[in-house]
């Protein structure tokens, strides 16, 4: 009996100490995402899309897991682009652009997806420090000598036209765990999103901490004809005029051998 | 039926399209007019972006005024010549409009400046095209003829020097204002992607005193290489025509003239002036409503340099 009882001890003393081990050095962990496809085509159909991202947690704790504790919050970055603001007063009764305020490297879209409600996720502090969510995008003006009060307005204003054009957007509930481990992200893409290199980036919370983050590029581009004609209207653009009144002349002249009327 | 425009980068509707070509069509059918003016508003109220829609609207212009200018030319109601000269002033007025766009453009004064031309010019056209259509179907009901040719009657432009022979349109006239004229519907043709057959045609009747009858078909002839010289141009300078959306419209378009044909030869000709009138002073107000009244948002965003 007595020695039953110290194999116990020993037994749980083994368990408890193998606990305070994994306590004391837990195996980091890691967030991966994979994407379907390098690219995404726009065909002349296109009218938006949702993009699904898959994505994996490596070493996530179960307890953590079971609780649901881990959050995901995946981001698909368009393209950096110079972005100039304008603002319209009125003058003489009409209303006219008189000041702008350009900014550089504005991505020219953020699809943001998130497994619950932003402030369930992390802290303000938090989202600001890692430029994460439409709100806190880093925007820097490229002439920084304007008043801070006039970048301030332009900033805001700038947030809120992308988001009218639904180029900013958030997707609550966006990031779904499939089992433990697994996630899925689903993305929205607006019909004018811009074609160019994107960048998925995929961002871990446990309990509200963030742990690692993690990215993969994903190019938008056209597809098919619409592809050939914007290459060719890019790069033979004289060409192209010709050809564009080449088209119109042989429509009128179809038209009128179609439809006579004298 | 949604369709991608590979150019303006959207996504439209593709039987809007259609159907926005075949209503300009049918009233440039209905009016004898190219339909421009029509076009680059409506796709501007569309959300095609205004450099856009004015560079697709030049290469719309050239299809319905070719099919147009066609038929004249098989009629003989066309004068080839003075359709040269307007032609060589145009060129060159397209040329500094191209200039003049570009630099709008970069400035971010485009829109407004496409606004406010067609508001001034579809305004002021619109009101005397009122007026006078007014008199005439008053003269009409009070029994006497209308007359706009008064032969005989000169202004200071026929005292001009550098007179040259315009055969088909019995017209003996200095070149200078013909070149002017020419040179001021090309600047307009590429600011503002109309063929400028609204303003064309009044300023030949009324200025050159050219022959109504010869009017319509010399003005489509030169506003054919007019709009395909302003086609090609904005698309070396600026990349700004779409092909699709161009091609959407012309397929309305020609459709949609010659119901608009039929309708106008039940028309009398006061009266379509009347209406073409109304027509083109809604634009100008729709288009003013939007210059005056605050907009949804003071903010506009712009591609980078």
Known sequence: ?262 | MGIYLPIAEMSVNMVVLLAMGATVGFLSGLFGVGGGFLITPLLIFYNVPPAIAVATGANQVIASSFSGALAHFKRGTLDVKLGLVLLAGGLVGSSLGIYVFAYLRSLGQLDLMVSLLYVVLLGSVGGLMLVESMRAIQRARSGQGASLRRPGQHNWIHRLPLKMRFRASKLFVSVIPVLGIGAVIGFLASVMGVGGGFIMVPALIYLLKVPTNVVVGTSLFQIIFVAAYTTVVHSTANQTVDVVLAFLLMVGGVAGAQYGTRVGQKLRGEQLRALLALLVLAVALRLAFDLFVKPASVYSLAGGL
């Open chain 1, 1 to 262: 009996m007595l020695f039953r009882r110290g194999v116990l001890l020993i037994l749980l003393l083994t368990v408890a100490g193998q606990a305070a081990a994994q306590q004391e050095e837990p195996q980091p962990e890691g967030i991966q995402i994979g994407l379907s496809t390098d690219s995404v085509a726009i065909t002349s159909d296109f009218a938006g899309t949702n993009l699904t991202i898959f994505g994996a947690l490596d070493n996530a704790d179960p307890l953590v897991s079971l609780q649901g504790r881990y959050d995901v919050i995946v981001v698909l970055e368009g393209p950096p682009r110079t972005t100039v603001v304008r603002r319209k007063t009125r003058v003489l009764g009409m209303w006219i652009n008189t000041q702008s305020v350009a900014f550089r490297d504005v991505p020219a879209s953020y699809s943001v997806a998130m497994t619950r409600q932003p402030q369930d996720i992390t802290d303000p502090a938090s989202y600001s420090r890692l430029a994460l969510g439409v709100d806190n995008i880093h925007l820097r003006p490229l002439d920084a000598s304007n008043a801070p009060m006039t970048i301030e307005e332009f900033t805001a204003a700038l947030r809120q036209q992308k988001e009218v054009a639904g180029l900013y957007v958030e997707n609550v509930g966006g990031v779904q765990f499939l089992s433990r481990t697994l996630f899925r992200a689903t993305l929205y893409l607006a019909p004018h999103v811009p074609v160019g290199t994107h960048k998925a980036r995929a961002f871990l919370f446990r309990n509200g901490t963030f742990l690692r983050e993690t990215s993969a590029p994903l190019t938008i581009r056209k597809a098919g004809v619409e592809q050939r004609i914007f290459e060719f209207a890019q790069q033979q653009s004289l060409l192209y005029g010709l050809f564009a009144v080449l088209l119109a002349i042989l429509t009128g002249w179809l038209g009128r051998l179609l439809f006579r009327r004298d």
